[in-house]
């Protein structure tokens, strides 16, 4: 269901122009480095079994990233230069692969749809393929599923040399600028509530030491993006 999800975004080039991976090799060998330490941190589940793909889509007004089940990655150019070091988008990457790594969207379709519908797409119905792939996209997790996601990316980011509650930069940042207009990521994440207090909450339970943010780097990297 991933794949055939992702196999779609893909195509759809009038949606999502995604950035050659050829072209943007250093913007993409970046990205991968921290997904990386995401996946080495020993706490990823299916670490080995999701491919934990990773594409780029060159769109500056949409403040959002999101992965579709399977650990499919997609992250837009908006929320990239919004964001300020690689601690932060390692938070929101670690929260993405959370999603993904909790199975939170395989879930939220068998709720919606019931068991049925998803083997007779398993079996192969091609339209219903393409239906599902449209509201898996756009798909709402609930608050619960975000506190989960939330708590991921500290435990994901609290063996790696990132500051762990890196992922409460973003909403630091929409606190402090305030976007005139309402970011994708709030509509398909709702806010669970004192989400950044949660954050350092979870990092201070956990133990976590480490605070390096690696903003040079990060800026060098968002200077390589068209
Ligand atoms: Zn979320």
């Not at 990655?73 to 964001?83: R, S």
Request: with cysteine; aromatic share 12%; hydrophobic share 35%.
């Amino acid at each position: 269901m991933g794949l055939s999800t992702a196999l779609q975004i893909d195509a759809d080039t009038k949606n999502y122009q995604i950035l050659d991976s050829v072209k943007y090799a250093s913007a993409y060998a970046y990205i991968y480095a921290i997904r990386n330490n995401i996946l080495n941190s020993g706490k990823v589940y299916y670490k080995n079994e999701f491919p934990w793909r990773v594409r780029i889509i060159k769109n500056d007004s949409v403040l959002n990233a999101f992965c579709t089940p399977g650990g499919y990655i997609y992250v837009f150019t908006g929320i990239l230069k919004f964001l300020e070091s690689e601690d932060q988008l390692a938070g929101v990457l670690g929260h993405e692969m959370g999603h993904a790594d909790y199975r939170h969207s395989t879930r939220q379709m068998t709720k919606m749809y019931g068991i049925q519908v998803l083997l007779d797409l398993v079996a192969g119905d091609r339209a219903l393929v393409k239906d599902i792939s449209k509201s898996l996209i756009g798909l709402t997790f609930s608050r619960n599923h975000e506190k989960e996601a939330d708590d991921a990316s500290v435990r994901f980011l609290c063996p790696t040399p990132y500051n762990s509650a890196g992922g409460a930069g973003f909403f630091e940042k929409l606190i402090k600028e305030k976007p005139t207009k309402t970011p994708v990521f709030l509509s398909t994440h709702p806010d669970p509530g004192n989400r950044i207090e949660s954050y350092y909450e979870k990092k201070a339970a956990l133990g976590c030491r480490n605070e390096t943010d690696f903003k040079e780097a990060y800026q060098k990297m968002l200077t390589s993006l068209p």
